[in-house]
């Protein structure tokens, strides 16, 4: 039976030599114990794999033959590098992982693990001193941090080698935050208060072991995803857009929070289905529809909105902690299309916006390109649009609606736009 070694090593290939999304392996593995314990370390090996990669091309003088042999080097040098797990054991079991792909190559395996334990002081020192390397970021990505984030992007770049926070949205329909904190307690579940009804976890722990988590009391949701349904300044009886809904997180919060009418719209409907079960299992109802929000012909029935949430697809490059595979498969022409994909979608669902309504941009990029520079061309060309600052994000340390990546949450972006 594989180890979950050999299960991280084939995801870590599937992602770095085969450009597959990580979600998409990591949903093909069967559930359980043994699940856990290969997605932390393939997510761990994906997040620091510049650093590995460079240790890797240190220690050998030659091609990989086959070259699947590099998901389990990088896995036991992510071992040995930054787990807890002993030496000893992280070489045999890495240079047993080896030896399933290529028997032969077992010796090669054994030679370089060791040679990296005598060489960690040395190795570790010259990553650190290139930038790129220690980054555990393509170059172009860095270079696109330092130049929009000049002052920030060295703190940015740390925060983004931390493993990500789980926070929980207590569903304040069935009890308030204080009522759930204790549920917590009761279970020995340690956590800090983050505002609002979000609780941060000391420890990331299974959704299983949650209180009331089957029975919709609470949900898991990033702290800065948590701000846009306030951001919406909604009230009871509107009717909301939910244009990018899944995977469903803003619009059940919208719902705990208030009784309106709202459209939950994406156009893939196996991510709209997970929306569907989110709202299930919170007891909430929200009119689905499966659409390309911008060919309003096929889905709007010609009812202005109260207000739109255009939560738009982006590089998600704020979230990389959580989907670290996009630090390797994005490419710099994709910020380019999706800026392009996002203008699309502000210039066609502003329309559908009554006047005085309240459209909130948002996306989980850090990049100036698809934040800050779309909203100021939206502003250029509608001048019928009003930007609403944002008082409530700095709080956060947000700046011009831009929440970096931060211990407690993610990057996030939010621009709010009124229509005179």
Known sequence: MPTPRYRAAEVVVAVLQEGRSLSEVMEALPPGRERAATQDLAYGTLR??????????????????????????????????????????????????????????????????????????????????????????????????????????????????????????????????????????????????????????????????????????????????????????IEDGMRVLDACAAPGGKTAHILERHTAEVVALDADPRRLQRVAETLERLSLKAEMRVADATDTGAWWDGRPFDRILLDAPC??????????????????????????????????????????????????????????????AFLATHPEARYAPLEALKTYGAQDGQLLPAAAHDGFFYARLRKA
């Not at 630090?327 to 669902?349: C, F, G, H, M, P």
């Not at 916006?353 to 779309?374: H, I, K, M, W």
Request: with cysteine.
């Open 48 to 233: 620091l794999a510049g650093r590995l990669r460079f240790f890797l091309s240190q220690l050998l003088n030659r091609e990989l033959d086959p070259p699947d042999l590099l998901g389990p080097l990088l896995v036991g040098l992510y071992e040995l590098d930054a787990s807890p797990t002993p030496p000893h054991a992280a070489v045999n079991e890495a240079v047993e992982t080896v030896a399933r792909i290529a028997p032969r190559a077992r010796g090669l395996a054994n030679a370089v693990l060791r040679n990296f334990l005598r060489r960690k002081t040395e190795l570790s020192a010259r990553a650190a001193s290139d930038p790129v390397v220690s980054s555990n970021l393509q170059a172009w990505w860095l270079a696109r941090l330092q130049r929009d984030w000049p002052q920030d992007w060295p703190a940015m770049v740390a925060t983004l080698a931390l493993h990500p926070p789980m926070t929980l949205r207590v569903n304040t329909r069935r009890q308030s935050v204080m009522e759930y904190a204790d549920l917590l307690n009761q279970e020995g579940i340690a956590f800090s208060k983050a505002g609002g009804c979000a609780l941060i976890l000391e420890r990331p722990c299974p959704v299983s072991v949650l209180p009331g988590f089957a029975e919709g009391r609470v949900s898991v949701q990033d702290l800065a995803a948590q701000q846009a349904a306030g951001l919406l300044e």
């Open 315 to 376: 590089t998600g490059s704020g979230m990389v902690r959580r989907h670290p595979d996009a630090r390797w498969l994005k490419r710099e022409a994709d910020i380019a299309q999706l800026a392009k994909s996002q203008a699309r979608l502000l210039a066609t669902l502003w329309p559908l916006l009554r006047p005085g309504g309240t459209l909130l941009y948002a996306t989980c990029s850090v990049f100036r390109q698809e934040n800050q520079d779309q909203v100021e």
